[in-house]
């Protein structure tokens, strides 16, 4: 299994507080992504990185924001945080490839209240 | 509108019965890659086809990349409780980057 950890892998928050989710990775993967999913949405691409300090915006960027500082860190910031942001979030790794095949973390599931 | 279209949603099956799902685009891709995931876990990815027409076995799962590269298909011999998850159909997107767009899954449950 890739080495991708993600923190904190539950957390309830109340709207308009910001939170910060975390994902780590040991393989040194050059891209990473966060994705959320919701029942009747699949996965969908908040933001990616390809590398330290690169980053893009993918299908559902507003109200998200990321940060890669170091290879293995990807972080993801709601600033103010909605019920609608209420979710279970997944970072995924990839190196370069043809496939694009990807790896992902454990997921955390976010509650706003 | 959803780029890759899974079916069918859902499928409840018994231990031991044989399974198709599929996953339907109008686009043409270089590649497409299956996904499971297990409650309470991330995806894992089962299999990357290349190839139109291209085959490819795992166990008791059968892999189909469709001759035009528009669709694929997953079946499962005899299933069995492990197989239980929600199988996705994924491929890349242009534009670099290696972004994946997702279908919305099929959920299958196999019970005993």
């Known amino acids: 299994d890739a080495g991708i950890t993600q923190s904190p892998r539950h957390k309830v928050t109340e709207t308009g507080t910001p939170v910060t989710l975390r994902c780590h990775q040991t393989e040194n993967h050059r891209y990473m992504y966060w994705y959320r999913q919701d029942p009747g949405h699949g996965l969908r691409l908040i933001h990616y990185s390809y590398g330290v300090k690169d980053t893009d915006k993918g299908e559902v960027s507003d109200g998200y924001s990321v940060s890669r500082s170091k290879t293995e860190d990807f972080l993801l910031t709601l600033e103010s945080a909605t019920s609608s942001q209420t979710s279970v979030y997944f970072c995924?790794?990839?190196?370069?490839?043809?496939?694009?095949?990807?790896?992902f973390g454990p997921g955390t599931r976010l509650t706003v209240t | 509108t959803q780029l890759l279209e899974q079916s069918p949603q859902f499928l409840s099956i018994q231990e031991g019965e044989n399974l198709t799902v599929y996953c339907n685009s109008s686009s043409v891709f270089s590649s497409l890659q299956w996904y499971r995931q297990e409650p309470g876990e991330g995806p894992v990815l089962l299999v990357t086809?290349?190839?139109?027409?291209e085959v490819k076995k795992l166990k008791r799962l059968t892999f189909q990349f469709g001759d035009a590269r528009k669709d694929s298909s997953l079946h499962i011999t005899a299933a069995q409780p492990g197989d239980t998850g929600l199988y996705l159909c994924a491929v890349i997107l242009t534009g670099g980057g290696n972004k994946l767009t997702f279908g919305t899954g099929t959920q299958l449950k196999v019970e005993l």
């Open positions: 086809v290349v190839t139109g027409g």
């Open positions: 995924a790794i990839s190196e370069l490839s043809t496939s694009g095949e990807q790896y």
